[in-house]
């Protein structure tokens, strides 16, 4: 059976984990992988989610099944934080293994309405999107949506796709903190997407994975709010993976607007009858944390508090490499952990081998690994490559 199978390459960027852990250097830098460092170096543990998993553990009396659509109260707790106001009945929602989890079962359900569906992609964009969405049998449509060499938006080519697409067509767009580049859209842009999108009767998949470490909790949702506040139909993945600090937990949930509300019933059940014959059941731990924190207005609080401290520490090493370096100002224009930098293959591998920094092959770069007084030694590294 098996002897068909050909070998498959190492996933690229969670390979640096492993290549990182193995250095020795203590001057190495990870910019790999997507995880947030304090000012120590450390992924803490958040202390709202300490003392919720402290309060799971006096309280809970059970871990018996919740079923496939996992936690409905973590999903609506998590709501007003998405959307603000919530729209109502017509608004459901499925908690889910992860974003990645909310997006493949986003991709199956628009398989499951639509066998084949065309999904425009703006480039260059996370690794994982365009392999989920061809996993689920749907057909991408890519377009440009970051000049990487000149580090700007093309809005122009993201409409024109937009203008190219009708009924039964899906847009891929990053809800904020644009993974890989930071680019994200801004209030004229977003307007002018939920425009071409309303005028098209294109299907909205948005993305957002990193809510509240880029400007903040209702900043970083201003573009998706703006874009559902007068929509027939749209879906969110939403990961609770990096605002809670709860990565290795897998939480995440899968938002709908449909139609109707008898629709929206529809919608769910189709979500739950794919999550059954996906994984099951999602899941539990880490939503449990998220529900008790938002559960509690003091935990709530405590939560905020320290995801708004650690946008501000982003900010701040953002900030610091633009100093440190003037050609690296337009980090300071972009959002979140992420910016990608225009430099080539070669210089990668070699910032890896003599240098010890470690970024992702495409030129990505996560700023949250790094400290504020990190900057000069990168910066340093950068030049001994020649980056120019
Ligand atoms: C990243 O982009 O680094 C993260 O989303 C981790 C991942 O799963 O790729």
Redesign the pocket.
């Given at each position: 059976m098996f002897e068909s199978l050909a070998d498959q390459p190492p996933d690229a960027?969670?390979a640096l984990i492993g290549l990182h852990r193995a250095d020795p250097r203590p001057t190495k830098l990870d910019l790999g992988?997507?995880v947030y460092r304090d000012e120590t170096g450390v992924t803490p543990i958040m202390a709202a989610v300490r003392e919720a998993e402290r309060i799971l553990l006096d309280t809970r009396t059970t871990k018996s099944y919740l079923g496939p659509e996992g936690d409905p109260v973590f999903v609506d707790l998590l709501k007003p934080i998405v959307f603000g106001v919530d729209p109502g009945p017509r608004l459901l929602g499925v908690q889910t293994p992860g974003g990645?989890g909310a997006l493949r079962l986003g991709a199956e359900l628009i398989a499951a309405a639509r066998p084949g569906a065309r999904v425009l992609i703006g480039t260059p964009t996370?690794?994982?999107h365009a392999p989920i969405f061809t996993a689920a049998g749907l057909t991408l449509v890519p377009h440009r949506f970051f000049d990487v060499a000149g580090q700007r938006l093309d809005i122009d080519a993201l409409a024109a796709a937009l203008e190219s697409a009708g009924p039964g067509d899906v847009v891929l767009l990053h809800g904020c903190c644009h993974?890989?580049t930071g680019g994200d859209l801004d209030r004229a842009a977003w307007a002018r997407v939920a425009a071409l999108v309303r005028a098209r009767g294109i299907l909205p998949f948005v993305d957002l994975?990193y809510q509240g470490l880029g400007e903040g909790l209702d900043e970083d949702a201003a573009g998706v709010r703006a874009l559902f506040a007068d929509l027939g139909e749209g879906l969110v993945a939403y990961s609770c993976d990096k605002n809670f600090g709860l990565y290795r937990d897998r939480v995440g949930a899968l938002f709908g607007l449909a139609a109707t509300p008898a629709a929206a019933e529809v919608m769910r059940s189709n979500m739950i009858a794919l999550a059954r014959v996906n994984w099951s059941m999602p899941p539990d731990h880490g939503a449990a944390i998220v529900r008790t924190v938002l559960e509690s207005a003091t935990l709530t609080s405590l939560w905020r508090d320290e995801l708004l401290r650690m946008g501000t520490r982003v900010r701040a090493v953002r900030a610091a490499l633009a100093a440190a370096d003037p050609r690296l100002a337009f980090l300071t224009t972009q959002h979140g952990m992420f910016s990608t930098l225009p430099i080539d293959p070669a210089r990668i591998a070699a910032l890896r081998a003599d240098h010890g920094v470690y970024m992702a092959g495409s030129g990505r770069i996560?700023v949250a690994g790094l400290q504020v007084g990190d900057a000069p030694a990168f910066v340093a590294a950068l030049a001994a490559v020649g980056w120019s």
């Open positions: 960027l969670l992988v997507g990645t996370w690794p994982n993974n890989p994975a996560n």
